[in-house]
């Protein structure tokens, strides 16, 4: 039974897309079966794993408002052992048409549980906000997984997120943890990335994954190729801690 | 009569919030009378302001819902001449509570329509999402001004943010124009920023700015001390930067 892990996290621009497909991508590596649902209707996870969307016929909003099984929407990526089901712009629709379907927040729980048995992990990659797509992933996942920036701003929208998966777990769906809380972009030369690590840690006590993700531009290159940074660049810092980080939620189970 | 610029792109992390407070703050140097309409219920634009916002009574939530007016709630700030109608997490319940109300498109522009003799310039901060919060900010503009990311993902959301310009234009509000599009966070040492900034300039010719703000790590500071970057760091490259921009945007009057 593979596990189910939500990125969220409204803030925008915290690594949600870079962490679900490199920590996808390095849990494959080690040779688990691995699926990204891009649950986000700017199509960043599909992009950036290389799939062309305007060739799409299908994607998740087939899935989520037709009841198209899971199963039919699911390309491989050029990583071996790793899946993606994908967005494209008829995902935007989704949000709007979602608000009056019956049972609308557990449309993903349905179509990811049809699937969960042929893969080790799947991540679904969130986008920034915290309406019903976002609430289907969190209804659908057993834990989430919360990137944040070291930036001031990241510390602000905590407790709005926090708010939501006590909802989540009060409502919806009981059984949801948190995996863990992932620092992201930190630059060791400013004293506000320190600061900010200070704070996360004392926010989320004994949750907060050891492996820091460091700036590093090869990251933010590696998406205009379609690759991983384990394609990309391999010996870069950006796989050296996405792999720790992998080897880090193996020892989770 | 006071211009209304929505500050919007649904792509996370662009500076949308950045820029709304540093052009405002730097708009307001020059003398004019600035307000800023903090539209995202993360309330960023009003922390980044010195907003202490758990003590607050009011907010925008109960201007757009309860139609308290707008003056009530707006707020000096430390900076002389610019002013900020705050939000807090109330603001999270407006985006559900707005699908069925009345001219729900319109409730925004409704309550800045009341104060927009007593400023030169009204810059609305959007949360990265395309929907109701943002729509208003749309329904509400003269004018939308873009920020986007010199990075690969940034060219992605285009589409998808013009198609909702079009619709708002055709639907909601047909003197809406695109004020301009701002290259944020400019990296000179990498090869993807100047990447970036050429396939922009050729998507949307003569509506570039000329100010390109480089990545500085010193806007990031800024928002931690609840200070603008002219009152943060006057002699900084950001603060140089936006005070250029706020040249071209008189400009363009
Ligand atoms: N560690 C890193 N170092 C440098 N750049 C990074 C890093 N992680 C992510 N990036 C870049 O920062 C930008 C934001 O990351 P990403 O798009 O993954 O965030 P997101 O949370 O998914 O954004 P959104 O909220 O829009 O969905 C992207 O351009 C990405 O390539
Ligand atoms: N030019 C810059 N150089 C360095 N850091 C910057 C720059 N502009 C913005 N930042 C920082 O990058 C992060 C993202 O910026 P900001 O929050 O303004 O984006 P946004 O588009 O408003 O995000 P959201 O989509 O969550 O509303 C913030 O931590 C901000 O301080
Ligand atoms: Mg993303
Ligand atoms: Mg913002």
Redesign the pocket.
Known sequence: MGQIIA?A?????????????NLGACLAELGNKVLIVDN?P?G??SS?LGIQRDNLSQCLYNVIIEGEPLEEVILQTETPGLKVAPATIQLAGAEIELVSAISREHKLKRAIDSVRDNFDYIFI????SLGLLTLNALTAADKALI?I?CEYYALEGLSLLMNTINLVQKHLNPALEILGVLL???DARTNLSIQVVDEVKAHFPGKVFRSI???????????SHGQAIISYDSKSR?AE?YRELAKEVLELE
């Open positions: 990125v996290n409204q803030k925008g621009g915290v690594a949600k897309t870079t962490t679900a497909i986000d700017q960043n996870a950036g990659d969130c986008p920034p990137p920036q992201t972009m930190f993700i460091p700036r590093n531009v090869r990251l933010s290159e590696a998406p950006g801690l």
